[in-house]
């Protein structure tokens, strides 16, 4: 099985968005059609940041291995080696969820 490297580009981060639940909290399957594909995932990677106008680039504050949390119509929808993942500008992340 390949695997593919991507590396986003100034301000961009791909982002593997994290499983969803399976079964309710009063223990109920929740059907397929039923989902709702998760707002969270996982920074794979991240670009080196926006350049402003002056030229400086400002780094980004998210990293690989961050779990983060976007807006439900956020980003690009990618596959890559058949996994669903996201490329986002950094400013659409709303919030790095902390353990």
Same mark, same amino acid.
């Not at 080196?48 to 780094?59: A, E, F, H, L, S």
């Given at each position: 099985m390949t695997t593919t490297k991507v590396r986003p580009l100034n301000d961009r981060v791909l982002v593997k968005r994290m499983s969803e639940e399976e079964k309710t909290a009063g223990g109920l399957f929740i059907p397929d059609s039923a989902k709702e594909k998760p707002a969270k995932g996982v920074v794979i990677s991240a670009g080196p940041g926006k350049v402003d106008d002056n %030229? &400086?680039?400002?780094?980004? #504050?998210?990293k690989a291995g961050d779990k983060v949390l976007? %807006? &439900?119509?956020?980003?690009? #929808?990618?596959?890559?080696?058949?996994?669903?993942?996201?490329?986002?500008?950094?400013?659409?992340?709303?919030a790095i969820l902390e353990a």
């Amino acid at each position: 099985m390949t695997t593919t490297k991507v590396r986003p580009l100034n301000d961009r981060v791909l982002v593997k968005r994290m499983s969803e639940e399976e079964k309710t909290a009063g223990g109920l399957f929740i059907p397929d059609s039923a989902k709702e594909k998760p707002a969270k995932g996982v920074v794979i990677s991240a670009g080196p940041g926006k350049v402003d106008d002056n %030229g &400086k680039r400002t780094p980004l #504050e998210v990293k690989a291995g961050d779990k983060v949390l976007f %807006g &439900k119509y956020s980003g690009t #929808e990618i596959k890559l080696d058949g996994e669903e993942h996201m490329i986002l500008r950094e400013d659409e992340i709303l919030a790095i969820l902390e353990a």
